[in-house]
């Protein structure tokens, strides 16, 4: 292997692990503290799903700044400083008596989260270039952990305290050192715009049905770890501190499968990964379906569909990349149908959990999961069919 380079040197890849470890310290602990976040803003329970909606969308306008910010100022500052400013975000978030302030709060947290998130997808591969495969991955597993230890956290928060507050100080004490890290850290230079190749321009009928992909996905994967605290607490099948491990066992095993995906990434194709991650997410969830009653099956459900979807997101990207032209355009797509899906499906089970009762949760994405692998299947046929593959 190549010595590192002096850029390489001096932007070790620490940082962008502990801020995106740092980043999914807060979407997950959001559902562990909805009872708590309803009960002190006087919302009912199948309105409080609003706060994931707001989330998700702060995070489309966000998304489309942080690119064009990155193209013109130092990414560390601004990642630095986005970082406070969840901080700041996560001290109100638990002194919030009104439902509308809470989702404000909740909108500027995924704004300012999404430059957290173009900034490390970015930067790592400005610094690491054609070595940043293994970077990468290890900066979605770091994204995994953050979101395992942050249940954790509030669970020995409501053991200590008897309340939120603290949990959501502690969230944010953590990410203060990792700012002023990156303040300290000297920025990757600015890139500028190279020359590309012609290409052929995308198939949009694809790049659509991939967009619908994952907005199924996504929908269903921040549904479930958003969501099956409450449904376990509301049908007695854990207490609120058993129910934020469960909460934190989905994100665990989410995390074991991001690391377990690199190898399998190398060896099988991503239509078989896919294909086989998608049919055990169904399976699973029609498990949990019809163990609704056991604690025991619940458990061991939501620990498997934590490990089957984990390799989705990427195995997806994978497959689009060698079957069409892949540009930012293209790519901005996909992450737009991504923060639709988290935008809609948590609010959307969260309006019927008061009416239909707790099955809705695994009864939608029962039917969410099914209409994600209706399309794999129809791009499987359309690949094999008429895309040219690309090596």
Same mark, same amino acid.
């Given at each position: 292997?190549? *010595?590192?380079?002096?850029?390489?040197?001096?932007?070790?890849?620490?940082?962008?692990?502990?801020?995106?470890?740092?980043?999914?310290?807060?979407?997950? *602990?959001?559902?562990?503290?909805? #009872?708590?976040?309803? !009960?002190?803003?006087?919302?009912?329970?199948?309105?409080?799903?609003?706060?994931?909606? *707001?989330?998700?969308?702060?995070?489309?306008?966000?998304?489309?700044?942080?690119?064009?910010?990155?193209?013109?100022?130092?990414?560390?500052?601004?990642?630095?400083?986005?970082?406070?400013?969840?901080?700041?975000?996560?001290?109100?978030?638990?002194?919030?008596?009104?439902? @509308?302030?809470? !989702?404000?709060?909740?909108?500027?947290?995924?704004?300012?989260?999404?430059?957290?998130?173009?900034?490390?997808?970015?930067?790592?591969?400005?610094?690491?270039?054609?070595?940043?495969?293994?970077?990468?991955?290890?900066?979605? $597993? =770091?994204?995994?952990?953050?979101?395992?230890? =942050?249940?954790?956290i509030v669970a020995q928060a409501l053991i @200590?305290?008897?309340?939120?507050?603290?949990?959501? @100080?502690?969230?944010?004490?953590? &990410?203060?050192?990792?700012? $002023?890290? +990156?303040?300290?850290?000297?920025?990757?230079? /600015?890139?500028?715009?190279?020359?590309?190749?012609?290409?052929?321009?995308?198939?949009?009928?694809?790049?659509?049905?991939?967009?619908?992909?994952?907005?199924?996905?996504?929908?269903?994967?921040?549904?479930?770890?958003?969501?099956?605290? #409450?449904?376990?607490?509301?049908?007695? /099948? !854990? =207490?609120?501190?058993?129910?934020?491990? +469960?909460? =934190?066992?989905?994100?665990?095993?989410?995390?074991?499968?991001?690391?377990?995906?690199?190898?399998?990434?190398?060896?099988?194709?991503?239509?078989?990964?896919?294909?086989?991650?998608?049919?055990?997410? /169904?399976?699973?969830?029609?498990?949990?379906?019809?163990?609704?009653?056991?604690?025991? @099956?619940?458990?061991?459900?939501?620990?498997?569909?934590?490990?089957s979807m984990a390799s989705i997101f990427p195995? &997806?990207?994978?497959?689009?990349?060698?079957?069409?032209?892949?540009?930012?355009?293209?790519?901005?797509?996909?992450?737009?149908? *991504?923060?639709?899906?988290?935008?809609?499906?948590?609010?959307?089970?969260?309006?019927?959990?008061?009416? #239909?009762?707790?099955?809705?949760?695994?009864?939608?994405?029962?039917?969410?999961?099914?209409?994600?692998?209706?399309?794999?299947?129809?791009?499987?046929?359309?690949?094999?069919?008429?895309?040219?593959?690309?090596?």
């Amino acid at each position: 292997m190549k *010595a590192p380079s002096a850029i390489t040197r001096a932007h070790p890849a620490y940082v962008y692990f502990a801020a995106f470890a740092a980043l999914g310290l807060v979407p997950a *602990a959001l559902g562990p503290t909805l #009872t708590a976040l309803a !009960a002190k803003t006087g919302t009912p329970l199948g309105d409080i799903g609003i706060l994931f909606t *707001a989330r998700s969308l702060g995070y489309l306008p966000g998304a489309l700044l942080a690119g064009a910010l990155l193209d013109r100022f130092p990414g560390h500052p601004l990642m630095a400083s986005a970082l406070l400013l969840t901080v700041a975000s996560l001290f109100l978030v638990p002194v919030t008596s009104h439902l @509308w302030v809470l !989702a404000a709060l909740l909108l500027f947290a995924g704004f300012i989260g999404s430059v957290i998130d173009v900034g490390g997808n970015t930067l790592i591969v400005w610094v690491y270039r054609e070595e940043v495969g293994p970077f990468m991955n290890f900066l979605h $597993f =770091s994204y995994a952990l953050g979101a395992f230890i =942050s249940p954790l956290i509030v669970a020995q928060a409501l053991i @200590w305290t008897g309340g939120i507050r603290w949990a959501y @100080w502690i969230l944010g004490l953590l &990410m203060l050192p990792v700012a $002023f890290v +990156l303040f300290r850290a000297p920025s990757p230079p /600015l890139q500028s715009t190279s020359a590309r190749k012609a290409s052929p321009p995308p198939r949009w009928s694809i790049v659509g049905l991939i967009l619908l992909f994952y907005l199924l996905y996504a929908g269903t994967e921040i549904s479930f770890g958003g969501w099956i605290y #409450t449904y376990a607490v509301n049908l007695n /099948l !854990a =207490s609120e501190t058993e129910a934020a491990y +469960l909460t =934190s066992g989905f994100w665990g095993a989410f995390m074991v499968g991001r690391l377990l995906a690199v190898p399998f990434a190398v060896r099988f194709d991503p239509r078989t990964l896919l294909f086989a991650t998608l049919t055990g997410g /169904l399976l699973l969830t029609f498990g949990l379906y019809l163990s609704a009653a056991s604690p025991l @099956w619940t458990t061991l459900c939501t620990i498997g569909l934590g490990l089957s979807m984990a390799s989705i997101f990427p195995s &997806m990207l994978s497959f689009a990349q060698r079957h069409i032209a892949i540009s930012g355009k293209v790519t901005g797509f996909f992450f737009v149908g *991504a923060s639709i899906g988290g935008m809609t499906l948590p609010w959307i089970i969260g309006r019927r959990f008061e009416t #239909t009762g707790p099955e809705t949760l695994p009864l939608t994405l029962l039917i969410t999961l099914s209409a994600a692998l209706l399309i794999l299947i129809t791009l499987l046929f359309l690949g094999g069919r008429r895309l040219p593959v690309r090596g």
